[in-house]
């Protein structure tokens, strides 16, 4: 990994906070994800599973953590068993965690090898009355291969087939849900690292620049300050390009005169920024294009304002629609007829914003906790709003993240310019 690990402490915590919703004599296991196949004998990067890693801190393969706080012998509280390295793995793949090294990095005191594993979790079994069992419970999940988790799900089942059995993820949902400061120190950095990539575009970006080159300058950029590189898949959309949300073809030339909208962030630590940029390829917007963008950029900030402990992001979205509303009325791009006629399931605004102002974020971009619990303190959102015009070519999306305070917000992405005359300053600089 070429981040540099988190405080333990983190981790230390985020296993009591579980723990402590856990039914008496209860056990809880969590895997490692899998290395992803592709073809021949290609894998993909490792990504470990963000519940282990929230739990443990070990990004590493082959993982296994198992909790049991009321087990009679203290040391088997909590267990995390590592895979065993030799001379041809290090030689082959390279350095492994000692158990040291994942005592240090966990706070976790009994390390064993993974081929330990089923005799020492059938002596624990032998005492649980309940299991709690980990599965992707994210509410847009689509999963359509098994995981190392299901795939557990399953031998556990079959081989203990009348211990009680629980889900982990509600409880993982509760630890995950507010950052700690240690957390919001990591996405910090993934933002810091996230406005150096978009600092060295905004002065590389001209007219007939590909956007594949731009894709190219942020990666080179996150890569040098000790990212893994992109939190997702970018979004560099030049033209009539910006007006499709999932655009990631980033294959097409920008020209004179397009706005090029760009969706990207760093990850670091496996913590992720997501930020959105729109910017005129020639360094200058138009006068529609500076209307465009300001009326996004007014919702943006009024929108951030609701970011508050207790508003629930349903009822956000519905006042943020009123709001864009407002704007496009504002840009003649909707009249008082639309908004009358409208359908309420799908008002007129939809037709140039048809996607939601906010979502959580952190271990995942799409971070897992419920959409309809009320917003508190230590919760990070995105806050994107956008309008997209088909007819003119023309997509303004403007994006930060930002974390819920006792009082308001603070905004992680504060320091990445976003005004238009900024945004002129700097590509012309």
Request: aromatic content about 10%; glycine content about 4%; overall charge negative.
């Amino acid at each position: 990994m070429k981040y540099t690990p988190l405080n333990k402490e983190l981790y230390i915590q985020n296993r009591k906070q579980f723990v402590a919703q856990m039914k008496p004599n209860s056990i809880a296991v969590f895997n490692s994800n899998d290395i992803m196949p592709t073809n021949a004998d290609g894998t993909m990067v490792f990504r470990q599973n963000n519940d282990l890693l929230s739990l443990s801190g070990i990004d590493q393969e082959e993982s296994i953590l198992v909790m049991f706080p009321d087990f009679y012998d203290k040391s088997f509280s909590e267990v995390l068993f590592l895979k065993e390295t030799n001379e041809n793995i290090a030689i082959w793949e390279g350095h492994k965690f000692t158990k040291e090294e994942a005592q240090e990095i966990s706070g976790i005191k009994n390390i064993v090898w993974v081929s330990s594993f089923e005799s020492i979790f059938n002596t624990l079994m032998a005492e649980a009355e309940y299991v709690y069992l980990n599965t992707n419970e994210h509410i847009r999940a689509v999963v359509e291969v098994q995981t190392r988790d299901r795939r557990f799900l399953d031998w556990c089942m079959n081989k203990y087939p009348i211990h009680k059995y629980e889900r982990s993820a509600p409880l993982m949902h509760n630890v995950r849900t507010s950052k700690s400061q240690f957390e919001i120190d990591a996405m910090q950095i993934a933002c810091d690292i996230t406005e150096k990539g978009f600092r060295r575009v905004a002065k590389f970006v001209k007219p007939g620049v590909m956007e594949y080159e731009i894709e190219a300058e942020y990666l080179h950029e996150f890569v040098r300050n000790r990212s893994r590189g992109f939190a997702y898949t970018p979004i560099v959309a030049s033209g009539h390009s910006a007006c499709v949300l999932h655009y990631i073809d980033n294959n097409q030339e920008c020209k004179d005169g397009d706005l090029l909208l760009m969706d990207v962030g760093a990850e670091y630590a496996n913590y992720n920024a997501d930020m959105t940029r729109t910017i005129p390829v020639n360094g200058k917007f138009t006068k529609r294009q500076k209307e465009v963008y300001n009326a996004v950029l007014r919702v943006k900030r009024e929108a951030t304002k609701m970011l508050r402990p207790g508003n629930v992001i349903p009822e956000y979205h519905k006042e943020v629609g009123k709001l864009m509303e407002n704007e496009l009325l504002g840009l003649g791009l909707i009249d008082k007829t639309d908004i009358k006629n409208q359908d309420t399931s799908n008002p007129a605004y939809k037709k140039y914003f048809m996607h939601g102002t906010s979502h959580h974020i952190g271990l995942d971009v799409h971070d897992v906790p419920n959409i309809y619990q009320k917003m508190k303190e230590g919760m990070v959102f995105t806050v994107e709003p956008g309008i997209y015009i088909r007819e003119e070519s023309l997509g303004v999306r403007l994006e930060n993240d930002v974390v819920i305070t006792k009082d308001g917000t603070f905004d992680l992405m504060r320091n990445i310019p976003i005004e238009a005359d900024e945004i002129e300053d700097l590509m012309n600089s």
